[in-house]
């Protein structure tokens, strides 16, 4: 649980990032520059920001910015300069592989594997580590397995992809933690509201921010989900801040809905309170139309 921000709720902000990344933090660099790159209204600007801060914490040795710089190169059509990014990513896991053994880089080297990056594709091998590393407790291995069942390479078996997210969860994996929420929440034998929640509740407050599960949380308090019987949307708006914050299409869009559909609510009841909860569901579904409409005119 280390990794968990000791703030009150929503957790990482953009504003906190900044401060992070200034101060140094490598990882808070990485997550910056992803914020930069992938927010709706990216500019080249924001873009040209994003690979100066990936290039920097690449150089300094951090493997996710590499993986970044990957995509970055990818998605901008030169595949001469990914290549090189992820043929240095592999390089690195070797290399900190020999120096010093570890979890994580056995982890890495299988990862690369699986995907061919910067090396041969084999299947069989990265599910072997995989396997040795979750008998060793490591939880992303867990993930990586399930993923592996219920995704591919293997024949589709979600019973079994469901038993390593749930061990990887219980090991604090946020991964898998998403991943077992979503089960609960989609699930009709394992249907579980409240464990939804709570696994919701606790990525929410990641020390890195995890949009995704601020947008659940969001949400929770908009529509009454799992197992909650009282709206609250100034706290659904809280999260959907911090999620915008951090670049979240999908946050920016219900922030402005839910904006919009509360200043309809008090227009015609008065307040937010004295609006009948099917009003505000339907208030909220024209405002969401609304926005989603504009959105997609920019």
Known sequence: ?????????????????????????????????????????????DLSKAI????????KGDDNAMAELWMTYLNLGDDKTANKWIKKMHDLHVKNHQKSPSLQTEFNLAFDMQFGFGVEQNISETKRIFESLAKRGFGEAFCG???????????????AAIRRYKKGAELYNPNCMMRMAEHYMESGEDYNPEEAYRLYHTLSKYKYGW??????????????????????????????????????????????????????????????????????GYRLA??????RNEFWKI
């Open 286 to 291: 024209a405002a969401m139309e609304t926005i």
């Open 211 to 280: 949009p995704e599960a601020q947008i659940k949380m969001a949400e929770y308090y908009t529509y009454e989900l799992y197992g909650n019987d009282k709206a609250d949307w100034e706290k659904a708006k809280r999260y959907l801040e911090a999620a915008s914050s951090l670049g979240s299409h999908d946050a920016t869009i219900f922030l402005k809905a839910l904006t919009l559909a509360e200043e309809e609510c008090i227009k015609v009841n008065g307040s937010l309170e004295n609006t009948p909860k099917e009003q505000k």
């Open 1 to 45: 649980m280390e990794n968990l921000f000791i703030l009150e709720d929503p957790g990482c902000d953009f504003s906190i990032l900044q401060k992070m990344a200034e101060e140094g933090d490598i990882k808070a660099k990485v997550e910056l520059a992803t914020c930069y790159r992938d927010r709706f209204d990216a500019t080249d600007d």
């Open 52 to 59: 100066e801060l990936l290039e920097y914490a690449a150089k």
């Open 145 to 159: 397995l399930g993923l592996m069942y219920e995704d591919g390479p293997f024949r589709k078996n979600k019973p």
